[in-house]
């Protein structure tokens, strides 16, 4: 275990950057101070969607760690140093407006925790606000940060997904059927060796042993810098159990995860396991408290006949690329 390290980005020293770009497993993000206007981000991701789409597959998006009442817009107390620049609000409607206007719509949308910055009931609640009410479907999950389960029940937990009961013994997990794939998202926050959450997991993966089940999980599983995971004390707590029980079922090629705030890609046996980085602070760089435009990603995962076909980076404001197959 790394010695746990003070991260703060503006003081990163060269060196650092250095060593964060040497051990980054996955592609990384460039800052850039004037993204594109919108409609030519609109325009670009559209053309990738329409010469990579083959017909009859579909795609969903996935985004992170919106932090809404974190940085400017909120809590100057911060839960988290790290957030207390910047302004969560219009970077998360930025890409909620982008994903509005994709075209074709994704068969889903996905949001991977962290949707709050402390926690606390007007944070969810205003993220509950800022969330589309039409398009396609949206499915949220619980990060680290939303560490009040009783109140993340309170603002999500009439969505038609959610079984309270379920919640009430094992978390803020559930199980949709999407693009024929078996979507399990589960909480990361309550994930322990042995406990309900894992034993509901094998449940949901032997029954669908004959299909293709792709996994939403708020916490990354494996190790992906150095750096990040000294500051954060990761990666997930009880991830070899969760590892192992997905490594078992071979239905599971796909585990997609926020958390970091970097965009990674990394192979575990026959498991893929992405995380990407947050619309609020983008830590692929260090140069995360930069005014303005940095980081604003979303996955766009393609399926056909169940199977995963591609993923792609689309970097709101810039390109869209291919990062599996690798380009
Ligand atoms: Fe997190």
Redesign the pocket.
């Given at each position: 275990m790394p010695e746990r390290v003070v991260l703060d980005p503006v003081s990163l020293a060269p060196d650092d950057l250095v060593q964060r770009q040497r051990f980054s497993s996955g592609p990384s993000s460039t800052l850039r101070a004037d993204p594109a206007p919108e409609a030519e981000s609109i325009a670009e991701v559209n053309s990738y969607l329409a010469a990579h789409l083959a017909s009859g597959s579909g795609y969903f998006v996935q985004i992170s760690?919106p932090h809404i009442g974190g940085g400017v817009d909120g809590s100057p107390a911060g839960f988290d140093a790290l957030f207390r620049r910047g302004t969560p609000v219009p970077r998360f409607q930025r890409v909620l407006r982008e994903i509005q206007a994709l075209s074709p719509q994704p068969a889903f949308v996905v949001i991977t925790?962290?949707l709050s910055d402390t926690g606390r009931r007007e944070e969810l609640e205003r993220c509950r606000d800022l969330l589309p009410t039409s398009g396609p479907p949206l499915y949220l999950l619980r990060?680290?940060?939303d560490v009040d389960l009783g109140a993340f029940m309170d603002v999500f937990g009439a969505l038609p997904y959610v079984d309270a009961g379920r919640v009430a013994q094992a978390g803020f997990c559930y199980a949709f059927d999407a693009l024929g794939v078996h979507c399990i998202a589960l909480d990361s926050e309550t994930i322990a060796p042995g406990g309900p959450e894992l034993r509901w997991l094998e449940e949901e993966l032997a029954g669908h042993a004959d299909g293709s089940c792709v996994v939403f999980n708020?916490?990354h599983l494996v190790a992906v810098d150095p750096l990040i995971e000294a500051y954060l004390d990761l990666p997930q707590p009880h991830a070899d159990s969760l590892l192992s029980l997905l490594g078992a079922h071979n239905c599971v090629r796909w585990v997609f995860s926020?958390?970091i705030h970097v965009n990674s890609l990394a192979e575990r046996g026959a498991l893929h396991l992405a995380t990407i980085t947050s619309t609020f602070y983008d830590l692929n760089d260090g140069r995360t408290v930069a005014p303005g435009y940095a980081g604003l990603f979303a996955h766009l995962v393609c399926v056909d006949h169940g199977q995963v076909q591609w993923v792609a980076l689309k970097e709101f404001g810039g390109s869209t690329r291919a990062i599996w197959p690798a380009a």
């Open positions: 760690d925790g962290d990060g680290n940060h708020h916490r926020g958390h």
